[in-house]
């Protein structure tokens, strides 16, 4: 059974730091872009960061830009998004995801490519 298991969500006051881990298994997504989106209450789901398979290209949505990283072990089947100087509307529930296409050049800031999902894990900063 393929998983995407996260972690290390949590309450933090503003301007502190979490860094999020995303743990795959079942299969291999080594070949895989990964992301990480968020759901706001009342918001549609966003991108906020992905990874391109190899690591070489990492993209963020603008809000992010300066204060989150993407990175990831391939030999772990782990994602991390280390998250710094939190702000209140950081607030959400964080999702992994996993590109379906192997070995795709960019990564696709939408979520229409992303087939493998995790549960999510709650963020929560306050102000």
């Known amino acids: 059974q393929v998983q995407l298991l996260e972690s290390g969500g949590g309450l933090v006051p503003a301007g502190q730091s979490l860094r999020l881990s995303c743990a795959a298994s079942g299969r291999s997504f080594s070949l895989h872009a990964m992301a990480w989106f968020r759901q706001a209450p009342g918001k549609a789901r966003e991108f906020v960061a992905g990874?391109?398979?190899?690591?070489?290209?990492?993209s963020y949505t603008n809000s992010v830009k300066g204060r989150f990283t993407i990175s990831r072990d391939r030999d772990a089947n782990t994602v991390y998004l280390q998250m710094d100087n939190l702000k209140a509307e950081d607030t959400a529930v964080y999702y992994c995801?996993?590109?379906?296409?192997?070995?795709?050049?960019?990564?696709?800031?939408?979520?229409?490519?992303?087939?493998?999902w995790g549960q999510g894990t709650q963020v929560t900063v306050s102000s």
């Open positions: 990874i391109k398979w190899n690591g070489a290209m990492t």
């Open positions: 995801a996993a590109d379906k296409q192997i070995r795709r050049y960019d990564i696709i800031q939408q979520s229409y490519p992303y087939n493998y």
